[in-house]
């Protein structure tokens, strides 16, 4: 547990402190570039006193809107050492989003890159700041503001069912009891590299960001856009010989499906969170990655990043749970009076102790409705959730779903009620409702309409709500599915009933069917058939009216690079067509040449048999791992017999046998 006293010690002292013990260490690296510990305390103490100098100091909120790089961490660190919190405000925004977030926080000072300005919707008299400029003149000693664990260290905007975005505010001692129980937790010293690939608009990168820094070992960043791409990601992990990094589960899933993730061999921690880890990805780790430690961890952005934590293993069980209370941290699932609820029973999970945020920013009601007194306590406060979740007999926490309709989609945060209220500002439509139904990668936005005019040309009307829509919401709220309806259907006291909205017909999303010509669009849309698991994709057919998205993108890239066809996610979204895609895609075999041919006799171990045979393991011949598949439709056991034959002569992996 971390004691009182360390609670009221900022990050930045804690960074400060660590600068004293390996000033010459290197700290931070973004491609070819390399800071060391005292380099960097010495740039963010320069932008520190020049921010005290514009009247930055404890409770003093600055935005900052920047592309990850050098600058970014220098920003962030300079903000806490002038004694503020920062406001992330991502500049891949819609304007109109921004332009609100500008308006809410209240800033009265925004850091930003020159490249970036001009692009941002900056109001009239908002002083800005270019991170990118020298600071010649300006001190590189500490400058030593001190702050309390109640000031604020950051704001992070979230989805909000009222349809505008809200800022939690989280205080120092929260994050620093947060940092202090990972270290305890998972041990980081000057032999790690923490990637930094998580936008600075979430959570996670908090822990990303600063927990490297106070342990002494090295923050490198990836840069802007690599976070999208396995390929990138596997390139930087071998460069900058990346030991830890985080991922929300359904990127880990695209991330080990690329044929080059086995090569990752010094990878010591993945940590997971934003949204439920399957048990398939669990394994997929364990037998991908055997080396690596894989922590499953929850918690909401009103709590300083995770509240719950959990260290994955084999249990046998269909579904991995979300663990028990970090450091200092409290939860009781509840059931509608309050009550506390049986092992087994699901109910609403609350949070109490030292994580809870100050609240929302500038939002007293709403800080007074989620932010409760409990009533176990002497007048402490709880965070209502709104996720459902039970108790093992074990007292861990099994996460069991979403009360409200809140939900989270590859980790991101998503009010449909902001979605809603966004189309129902469009003087198009009469009636919407939006719903995240399970698509071909998981979860996917449905938008269900009622239009104004009866007799609205659907494409034409589609297409003016999206591109409505994509000026006041970032791309991953807006709905990849679209509904028309004359009327929703209505329960006899009048009320929507959503269990009774038709699921989207793909086909209907689907242009005037023209058959792709050339063998490269041939070979393009029968990807893209396998892949959204629809009939047949035209030339003229778009990728994500489909059922695709920037998860599927990635899967649909890789196996398009397995097939001898090069192109990347952006050119994906920048060409949503296969007749566009064809126009921009390489083709070649280069890399791709594989000997087929069967191994015989003697042949060097792989590296993840190399680790699992230098890992002390009892009873290594038990060792054994299993998977459970649940057929669509009744097997024929003579063909599966011979499905499993030609697998076995086909990888060769499948008839090793082992000696020493």
């Not at 044929?259 to 061999?265: A, D, F, G």
Request: hydrophobic fraction near 40%; charge should be negative.
């Amino acid at each position: 547990r971390n004691g009182a006293r360390t609670l009221q010690t900022s990050i930045q002292s804690l960074i400060e402190a660590q600068v004293e013990r390996s000033p010459h260490a290197p700290a931070l690296v973004f491609g070819e570039t390399e800071l060391t510990y005292a380099e960097l305390n010495a740039r963010a103490n320069q932008l520190a006193h020049r921010l005290i100098e514009t009247g930055v100091g404890p409770d003093v909120i600055v935005g900052i809107a920047a592309e990850r790089s050098l600058e970014m961490v220098i920003g962030l660190l300079g903000v806490l050492k002038a004694g503020g919190a920062y406001v992330p405000l991502d500049p891949e925004y819609p304007q109109d989003r921004l332009a609100y977030m500008f308006e809410d926080s209240g800033i009265h000072l925004l850091l930003t890159q020159s490249h970036l300005r001009d692009a941002l919707p900056i109001p009239a008299g908002l002083n800005t700041l270019l991170l990118d400029q020298p600071l010649d003149g300006y001190a590189i000693e500490n400058p030593n503001i001190a702050v309390t664990g109640e000031n604020l260290a950051y704001v992070i905007y979230t989805s909000g069912s009222t349809g505008k975005p809200k800022g939690a505010g989280n205080r120092h001692s929260a994050l620093t009891n947060r940092l202090c129980w990972m270290q305890q937790a998972y041990r980081l010293d000057a032999s790690d590299t923490i990637l930094q690939k998580t936008p600075f608009s979430f959570d996670v990168s908090v822990w990303e960001f600063f927990w490297p820094l106070t342990t002494g070992a090295r923050l490198a960043m990836a840069a802007p856009g690599d976070h999208r791409d396995p390929a990138k990601l596997v390139a930087l992990i071998e460069q900058h010989k990346v030991t830890t990094l985080h991922f929300v589960p359904s990127m880990l899933q695209v991330f080990l499906l690329d044929e080059q993730v086995t090569r990752c061999t010094g990878i010591k921690r993945i940590v997971c969170s934003g949204e439920a880890l399957p048990v398939d990805a669990q394994q997929q780790v364990f037998a991908k990655l055997p080396q690596a430690g894989l922590y499953n961890l929850y918690g909401p952005t009103e709590a300083a990043i995770d509240v719950t934590h959990w260290t994955c293993r084999d249990e046998g069980r269909d579904g991995v749970p979300i663990g028990q209370p970090i450091a200092n941290l409290s939860t009781f699932i509840l059931d509608a009076e309050l009550n506390p609820v049986p092992v087994g029973v699901s109910g609403e999970l609350y949070l109490g102790g030292e994580g809870l945020a100050r609240g929302y920013h500038r939002r007293p009601g709403l800080t007074a409705e989620r932010f409760m007194t409990s009533p176990f306590g002497k007048g402490e406060r709880l965070y209502r959730t709104g996720d459902l979740a039970r108790y093992r007999a074990d007292g861990v926490i099994e996460y069991a779903g979403r009360i409200d309709h809140q939900v989270k989609i590859r980790g991101l945060r998503i009010e449909l009620g902001e979605i809603e209220a966004r189309l129902m500002e469009q003087d198009a439509v009469r009636e919407a409702v939006v719903l995240a139904l399970p698509g071909a990668s998981g979860q996917q936005l449905v938008g269900y309409v009622v239009a104004t005019e009866a007799n609205a040309d659907e494409s034409e009307l589609r297409e003016r709500i999206k591109t409505r829509l994509k000026d006041t919401l970032p791309d991953y709220m807006v709905p990849t599915q679209w509904v028309f309806l004359a009327e929703f259907p209505l329960s006899p006291n009048g009320k929507l009933e959503r269990k009774l909205l038709p699921k989207p017909d793909t086909s209907q999303q689907q242009a005037v069917y023209i058959a792709p010509q050339s063998a490269l669009e041939q070979q393009i849309a029968a990807i893209w058939q396998d892949v959204l698991k629809v009939e047949r994709v035209g030339l003229a057919d778009n990728f994500f009216e489909l059922g695709g998205d920037s998860i599927i993108s990635i899967q649909v890239v890789s196996r398009a690079r397995q097939a001898g066809i090069r192109f990347t996610p952006k050119q994906l979204f920048q060409h949503q067509t296969v007749q566009g895609l064809a126009g921009v895609a390489g083709t070649g075999d280069e890399g791709l040449v594989i000997d087929q041919g069967p191994v015989t006799g003697a042949a060097p171990l792989l590296p993840f048999q190399q680790v699992f045979f230098e890992t002390e393991i009892p009873e290594r011949h038990h060792w054994n791992q299993s998977v459970l598949l649940k057929p669509l439709q009744p097997l024929q056991a003579e063909r599966l017999e011979q499905a499993l034959h030609a697998l076995v002569q086909h990888h060769d992996a499948l008839r090793l046998s082992f000696s020493e």
